[in-house]
């Protein structure tokens, strides 16, 4: 018989995905999110918060981090009774999310804004932390959403 115990330990041991840095293997990291958000017993909205952000982060990884070029991208995961925390690695050229992080108010009209980064801002904001390092020639974006009953998406400075 399994134990709520046994269960908790289970849901916090953490979960590796490692795929090629494809456009075809971004459905396999929004599986493998969406099985932690159920493990963690995430709402829908937390659920769609989390996989938002890990699809903006490893879609850029790929589209402009390895720039079509062979790479692969480490997910690693890991839920339990306070939520879910995904941390996104790649290999790919140093980029810190947060400084290309474009504000909720684009900064003039289409035409002349900066192209890209309210992707960025939506995936930031739509996560209740995120850290990011670059150590040993790796790219580590730290993502955590908090379970039901916790402070949801806090303002961002």
């Given amino acids: 018989m399994t ?11 953490s979960r590796v995905l ?3 840095a494809t456009v075809a293997a971004l459905g396999s990291i929004a599986s493998f999110v969406l099985r932690l958000a159920g493990a963690a017993g995430l ?7 989390l996989r938002l952000a890990v699809d903006e982060l490893a879609t850029n990884v790929v589209m402009h981090g390895y720039r079509g070029g062979d790479g692969r991208i480490t997910v690693r995961g890991r839920s339990g009774p306070d939520g879910v925390q995904i941390v996104i690695e790649d ?12 504000g909720p108010a684009p900064r003039g009209p289409p035409p002349v804004r900066r192209i890209g980064g309210l992707g960025i801002h939506l995936a930031l904001t739509s996560v209740d932390e995120f850290g990011y390092a670059h150590r040993d020639g790796r790219n580590i974006s730290t ?3 908090k379970a039901e009953g916790t402070d949801r998406c806090p303002p961002r400075p």
């Fill in 143 to 145: 993502l955590t959403v």
């Fill in 43 to 49: 709402d829908k909205g937390a659920t769609y918060r």
């Fill in 3 to 13: 134990t709520v115990t046994d269960m908790v330990e289970r849901a916090r041991t």
């Fill in 91 to 102: 290999s790919a050229p140093p980029f810190d999310p947060v400084e290309w992080r474009e």
């Fill in 18 to 20: 490692d795929v090629p």
